[in-house]
């Protein structure tokens, strides 16, 4: 492993970020031939894989991904409740998407700032 280039993550911003990302992967995944859904299915794969990716290969830029991820999902429940969206069946869950991928962005910072560490 590069030392430069690549952590080996641990602890709860590791496995919040694979919660994140399966739960991404594994909703979607019946939503694909939906004509209506699939598009939003096929990002949420790529999403899902794309963080998962990220923290299994070591990628010293995990923090900063998982943050914008985050953010992206902020984003799309502010759209969501704009747009009238259910607020149980399709804004809870995403905010409790929204919370525990940005637990694991700020788990993640603190493993690879080590000035953050207490």
């Known amino acids: 492993m590069n030392a430069d280039t690549e952590i080996a993550w641990t602890g709860l911003g590791k496995w919040l ?4 990302a399966a739960v991404l992967i594994l909703v ?6 939906d004509r209506a859904g699939g598009v939003r299915a096929g990002w949420n794969i790529f999403l ?13 830029q995990a923090p ?11 984003v799309r429940v502010i759209v969501a409740i704009a747009l009238g ?3 149980f069946v399709d804004i809870a ?3 409790l998407l929204c919370v525990t991928t940005g637990l694991a962005a700020y788990d993640l ?5 080590p000035a953050c560490r207490r």
Do not use: E, H, W, Y
Request: glycine share 6%.
């Open 17 to 20: 970020s694979f919660l994140s």
């Open 28 to 33: 979607a995944i019946p939503f694909v031939l």
């Open 48 to 60: 899902g894989l794309l963080l998962f990716g990220v923290i299994a290969s070591g990628n010293r």
């Open 64 to 74: 900063l991904l998982t943050l914008a991820l985050a953010i992206l999902m902020v």
């Open 85 to 87: 969206s259910d607020a």
């Open 93 to 95: 869950p995403a905010l």
């Open 109 to 113: 910072r603190k493993q690879a700032n």
